[in-house]
């Protein structure tokens, strides 16, 4: 604490030193005490927890934050200050950008599990932020009030990077220093769990790479195939392949409603600032269309039902093979279902959209 309340007076700079405490139980609370800084208590758990309540019981227009355990070095944090008075709104520090002391980072973090993780954000995101999960940032009071966390575990820290650059946030980055912590027992991050959830968090808030992306893909391949293969009995490509190939397509189907379904209920509760150009492009289509067009591809599937009935009535389903009767089963069969998915989908969607306005 004392390197905290030093900067500020080397700076001369009005500001206070604040610990969060959410259940410690080692003498961390009394040196706190004891080196004048302000200690805020929550009983309720996780890193985000304990940062959420010092940084909601902080008066300042700037807030800088970091582990309390000596990893990060508070007389060196001016670089952070610099750029938050001159203009940015969140500064993240970048420990692989200068160095990592020997020891600091476990072997996992520093090589496959940062980088990873770190690099997926910057892909689903469109941002230029090199270290996610650095613990030492800055903001102002402002834009953090504009973000409206809700997380309480590590994945915090992403999703203040996240709902930054969904808001269009002006991001910094400065090179740090992290060094080894100065705990006497085991810290708190869990390699594999706290990664799933910071990996979770990011495919939460990017229904892009989650739904939308993977939906296209199927429903694209899964086109291919069954044009290909569908009108052609001779291929190789029969209708064990057809099968699976319309399967990817409705499949597909639904992921991309799921996409777009998503964004509408994440504008609805504002947690995006704005509809992408995809959902802007289905809300010109009205529910009504959506109908008719849902209709046609009903009445086509029952059409391919209807005619593979007659043809067994009048006895001739078997002479025309089971590699004809076969797709035009699983034609009908496409079509009927795709009609349905189509007419609920845009049904909730409706839903959604009606709710967003209301």
Same mark, same amino acid.
Not at 105 to 130: I, R
């Given at each position: 604490?004392?390197?905290?309340?030093?900067?500020?007076?080397?700076?001369?700079?009005?500001?206070?030193?604040?610990?969060?405490?959410?259940?410690?139980?080692?003498?961390?609370?009394?040196?706190?005490?004891?080196?004048?800084a302000?200690?805020?208590?929550?009983?309720?758990?996780g890193?985000? &927890? &304990?940062?959420?309540?010092?940084?909601?019981?902080?008066?300042?227009?700037y807030?800088?934050?970091?582990?309390?355990?000596?990893?990060?070095?508070?007389?060196?944090?001016?670089?952070?200050?610099?750029?938050?008075i001159?203009?940015?709104?969140?500064?993240?520090?970048?420990?692989?950008?200068?160095?990592?002391?020997?020891? /600091?980072?476990?072997?996992?973090?520093?090589?496959?599990?940062?980088?990873?993780l770190?690099?997926?954000?910057?892909?689903?995101?469109?941002?230029?932020?090199?270290?996610?999960?650095?613990?030492?940032?800055?903001?102002?009071k402002?834009?953090? #009030?504009?973000?409206?966390?809700?997380?309480?575990?590590?994945?915090?820290?992403?999703?203040? +990077?996240?709902?930054?650059?969904?808001?269009?946030?002006?991001?910094?980055?400065?090179?740090?220093?992290?060094?080894?912590?100065?705990?006497?027992?085991?810290?708190?991050?869990?390699?594999?769990s706290?990664?799933?959830?910071?990996?979770?968090? #990011?495919?939460?808030?990017?229904?892009?790479?989650?739904?939308l992306?993977?939906?296209?893909?199927l429903?694209?391949?899964?086109?291919?195939?069954t044009?290909?293969?569908?009108?052609?009995?001779?291929?190789?490509?029969?209708?064990?392949?057809?099968?699976? /190939?319309?399967? /990817?397509?409705?499949?597909?189907f639904?992921?991309v409603?799921?996409?777009?379904?998503?964004?509408?209920?994440?504008?609805?509760?504002?947690?995006?600032?704005? #509809?992408s150009?995809?959902?802007?492009?289905?809300?010109?289509?009205?529910?009504?269309?959506?109908?008719?067009?849902?209709? +046609?591809?009903?009445?086509?599937?029952?059409?391919?039902?209807?005619?593979?009935?007659?043809i067994?009535?009048?006895?001739?389903?078997?002479?025309?093979?089971?590699?004809?009767t076969?797709?035009?089963?699983?034609?009908?069969?496409?079509?009927?279902?795709?009609?349905?998915?189509?007419?609920f989908?845009?049904?909730?969607?409706?839903?959604?959209?009606?709710?967003?306005?209301k």
């Amino acid at each position: 604490m004392w390197k905290a309340r030093t900067f500020l007076y080397e700076h001369r700079i009005a500001g206070e030193v604040i610990v969060s405490d959410n259940g410690s139980t080692d003498r961390s609370i009394e040196r706190a005490n004891q080196a004048g800084a302000i200690v805020f208590h929550t009983d309720e758990k996780g890193y985000g &927890a &304990a940062l959420m309540n010092g940084i909601n019981n902080a008066k300042g227009k700037y807030i800088i934050i970091a582990d309390a355990d000596d990893s990060y070095n508070f007389l060196e944090i001016y670089p952070i200050y610099e750029k938050l008075i001159n203009g940015a709104d969140m500064v993240i520090g970048n420990r692989f950008a200068m160095s990592i002391e020997r020891g /600091a980072m476990p072997f996992l973090h520093k090589y496959l599990g940062n980088p990873m993780l770190s690099f997926l954000g910057k892909v689903f995101y469109n941002n230029s932020v090199d270290d996610f999960h650095c613990g030492l940032r800055g903001f102002t009071k402002d834009a953090y #009030l504009q973000l409206n966390l809700k997380t309480t575990g590590m994945e915090y820290a992403s999703e203040m +990077i996240v709902k930054s650059t969904i808001n269009n946030l002006n991001i910094e980055q400065v090179p740090i220093r992290l060094y080894k912590d100065g705990r006497s027992g085991k810290g708190h991050l869990n390699t594999w769990s706290d990664g799933w959830r910071h990996l979770r968090f #990011l495919l939460l808030y990017s229904p892009r790479w989650l739904f939308l992306y993977p939906g296209l893909l199927l429903m694209i391949l899964g086109t291919i195939v069954t044009l290909w293969a569908l009108p052609n009995p001779q291929q190789t490509l029969d209708i064990h392949t057809i099968l699976f /190939a319309v399967g /990817a397509i409705l499949i597909g189907f639904q992921s991309v409603f799921f996409a777009i379904s998503t964004k509408a209920f994440a504008k609805h509760e504002k947690l995006i600032p704005r #509809l992408s150009w995809l959902e802007e492009l289905i809300d010109k289509i009205t529910l009504e269309g959506a109908l008719i067009v849902g209709g +046609i591809f009903i009445l086509l599937g029952v059409s391919g039902f209807v005619y593979l009935f007659s043809i067994w009535l009048n006895k001739y389903f078997f002479e025309l093979g089971i590699k004809i009767t076969m797709r035009i089963a699983i034609f009908s069969f496409a079509s009927t279902v795709f009609g349905f998915q189509l007419i609920f989908s845009f049904f909730f969607y409706s839903f959604l959209k009606l709710q967003t306005k209301k």
